[in-house]
C-alpha cells in the first residue's frame, strides 16, 4: 500500500493541499512537504528517474542531448555517461536485473544496456512512441502518451497487454514518466504538475498529487521557455523515499506526501 511506503504526513501539516485532480474529487488528493532539495543539471532534459544503490540514474532527451547518465545524489555530480545518437530522441528508463532499459520517442527503438559499464548490450522495436518506463518485479509497464499502460516481458521485450487508464470513467492520457511504487504506478502528467497513482490490475485512479509551486516564480520562469514540465520520479525502496524532478530543473525535491483534508 503506498500510504505505507512514503510516509505520508497528517492531514493537518502545513505542507501546501492538492488541488482536485483531473477527474474530481472522486479520489483522495495529496500535497506534499519537501524533506530536502539535491542539484540538478540545468542542462538535463530528464525523461526518466531510477535510485539505485545510492545514485541516481538518468536517461535524458532531447536529439543531440540524449542518453544516460549515473548520478550523484547529494551534488548533482554526472560519475558516468554514455550519449544516445543524434537521430534518437531518449525517453524513459528503467533497471532490470543489472542492466538498465531505455526507451526513444518516435524512432520506435529500444536500448537496453549493462548497468555497471554502459555498454550496449540489446536493442529491439516497439510500434509507435515511447514515452515512460518502469517495472512490477515481474513486467515492464510503458506509457506511450496515450491513457494506455503496455506490459512488456523483460526477457523478450514482446507486449504482452494493455490496461487504459481510468478516472471514473474518464480516460487520462498524457502519462508520461512513471515509477512503481508499492503495488501503483505513479505517472506524471505531460505538461502539468500533476502525478497520478494508477493501479496496475485495471488501470483504475487511486489518486492525485499536485506538486505545483516546488520551483520558485524565478526557477519557473527560466525552464519553461525550454520545455521544463515535472518529469522524473524517483523511489528508494530501503530507504522509503520519493523524489521528483524535472526537464532542465536546477534542483531534484525529496518530499513526503500529505493527504488533503
Known sequence: MLMAAIGFLPAQSSARSARPGQGGDSVPTYGYTVVRSHPHDREAFTQGL???????YEGTGLNGRSGIRKVKIETGEVLQTRPLAREY????????????VQLTWRSQVGFVYDLRTFEETKRWSYAGEGWGLTHDGARLIMSDGSAALRF???STLKE????????????????????????????NIWQTDRIVRISPKDGRVTGWI????????????AVNAGGGVLNGIAYDAAGDRLFVTGKLWPRVFEITLVKRG
Open 50 to 56: 531510477i535510485f539505485r544503490d545510492g545514485v541516481f
Open 89 to 100: 530522441f531518449g525517453e524513459g528508463i528503467t533497471e532490470w536485473k543489472g542492466q538498465i
Open 160 to 187: 504482452t497487454g494493455r490496461v487504459t487508464v481510468r478516472d471514473a470513467n474518464r480516460p487520462v492520457d498524457q502519462l508520461n514518466e512513471l515509477e512503481y511504487v508499492k503495488g501503483e504506478i505513479l505517472a
Open 152 to 154: 512488456l516481458d523483460p
Open 210 to 221: 499536485d506538486l505545483s509551486g516546488l520551483l520558485t516564480p524565478a526557477e519557473r520562469a
